[in-house]
Every structure is written in structure tokens, then in C-alpha cells.
């Protein structure tokens, strides 16, 4: 099994600049959720997906910020417009649906922007 | 105000000796608890889940012990080896819903010298 896969590894913008995230779960998991982490904050949840419906966005920052998965292979966590203060590492993740289970998290999108 | 809290500095341990990890938490009424490893540059990788009901739960070299009462996790590494080295993260899904959204504390960070 392939794991979470994430693209870019690393991305480098400008500020005002359109930035989007890529996630492919893994085969068979049904719920998958964007993190940011950052010294200051830790891991933080952005938004989570179960069969592709997102459940609670709460934890999306800014209006700025979207994310879609318009099937169960793919998502996608876009920023626009893009600010310094939007650097940090954003993980994906996914799982089973049903409660208890450990996350699978891939390697991680490290986002820089200038 | 609801938190997670685990040893802010890092721990220095020999090889060889018990690492011993703590995650403190407050106003969560969790169903489980997790903690997972973070290796520089990489995504967290799960290592043991914990169930209200259980008091510990063991894996190779681990232990999680869980009280539900304190409000705390340990997490104990034995025979502790260089390769150890890591920040080691615990994650809690608070309000028991099933739902596999996770709280993470900040991490401590264990280092294992030879």
C-alpha cells in the first residue's frame, strides 16, 4: 500500500497567490482530514471529510481557506489569497469511518509563503 | 478551557533507561486515547490506542497506561534505544461521538544518547 499521498512536498509563494493541496487517502479509508502545524500552534484540525462529505470545518482558519474531496480518492485544500502567516507544514490524513481507529498521515505539504 | 497537555521540554534520557511521557488533560471526556511518533520532516505515525476502559495497554517495548480519573496518559518506553529519538505526540477524540475527531497536545520531544 502506497500511504497517504500528498503533492506538493514543498511549495514556495507569494503573497496573493493562489495555493493548492493535494491529498490521495488511502484505498478503503472513507474519512480523511487536513491538519496545519506550526511551532506556535502545534497540529492543529482544519477540516474532516466522511464519504466525502465534509462534517465540521470549525477548525478552517479564514474564508480564505476551502477544501473539497469530489470523490474518495482525492481532495484538495486550497488558499486564496495566500498570506505569510498561512506558512506551515499541512498534513493529510484518513481513516475508517468508525470511531477509534489510528489516522494514517502522509508526509506532509510544507508551505512557504513571502 | 479545554487542553491537552504534555511535557513542554524536551527529555534526555540514557539508552538503555525508561523513557516516561506524560499527557495531561483537562474539561475532555474521551473515549480513547492515542499517541503517535513525529520524526523530523515527516507526518505522525500512530503507535498505541488506550479505551476509557482500560487501564494499560502494552506493545513491545511500550505502555500506555490511562486514568481517567487524574486526566492523564503515560507513555513508557523501555530499554530505550538511540532510535527512540523522536517527538512523541498524544491525541484524544473529546467528546466520545465516534466521529475520529482528534486533539493533539504539543509533543515532547525525547532524545536517547548512547
Known amino acids: 500500500d502506497a500511504g497517504v499521498i500528498q503533492s506538493p512536498r514543498h511549495e514556495v509563494t507569494e503573497m496573493g497567490q493562489e495555493v493548492t493541496l493535494r491529498c490521495k487517502p488511502i484505498s478503503g479509508h472513507n474519512s480523511l482530514f487536513w491538519y496545519r502545524q506550526t511551532m506556535m500552534r502545534g497540529l492543529e484540525l482544519l477540516i474532516y471529510?466522511?464519504?466525502?462529505?465534509?462534517?465540521?470545518d470549525s477548525g478552517m482558519p479564514e474564508d480564505r481557506f476551502s477544501a473539497k474531496m469530489p470523490n474518495a480518492s482525492f481532495s484538495t485544500l486550497k488558499i486564496q489569497p495566500s498570506e505569510p502567516r498561512d506558512s506551515a507544514v499541512y498534513f493529510c490524513?484518513?481513516?475508517?469511518?468508525?470511531?477509534?481507529?489510528?489516522?494514517?498521515f502522509g508526509p506532509g505539504t510544507r508551505l512557504t509563503v513571502t | 478551557s479545554q487542553k491537552i497537555e504534555q511535557n513542554s521540554e524536551a527529555l534526555n534520557i540514557q539508552e538503555g533507561k525508561t523513557a516516561t511521557l506524560t499527557c495531561n488533560y483537562t474539561?475532555?471526556?474521551?473515549?480513547?486515547l492515542q499517541w503517535y511518533r513525529q520524526d523530523p520532516g515527516r507526518g505522525p505515525v500512530f503507535l498505541l490506542l488506550?479505551?476509557?476502559n482500560e487501564k494499560e495497554k502494552r506493545k513491545e517495548r511500550l505502555k500506555v497506561t490511562f486514568d481517567t480519573t487524574l486526566k492523564q496518559s503515560l507513555f513508557h518506553i523501555t530499554a530505550s534505544q538511540p532510535a527512540d529519538s523522536a517527538t512523541y505526540l498524544c491525541?484524544?477524540?473529546?467528546w466520545g461521538g465516534g466521529y475520529n475527531k482528534l486533539i493533539f497536545g504539543a509533543g515532547t520531544r525525547l532524545a536517547v544518547h548512547p
Open positions: 471529510f466522511n464519504n466525502n462529505v465534509p462534517i465540521d
Open positions: 474539561n475532555y471526556s474521551p473515549a480513547y
Open positions: 488506550i479505551r476509557e
Open positions: 491525541a484524544l477524540e473529546p
Open positions: 490524513a484518513s481513516t475508517w469511518e468508525t470511531g477509534g481507529y489510528e489516522q494514517y
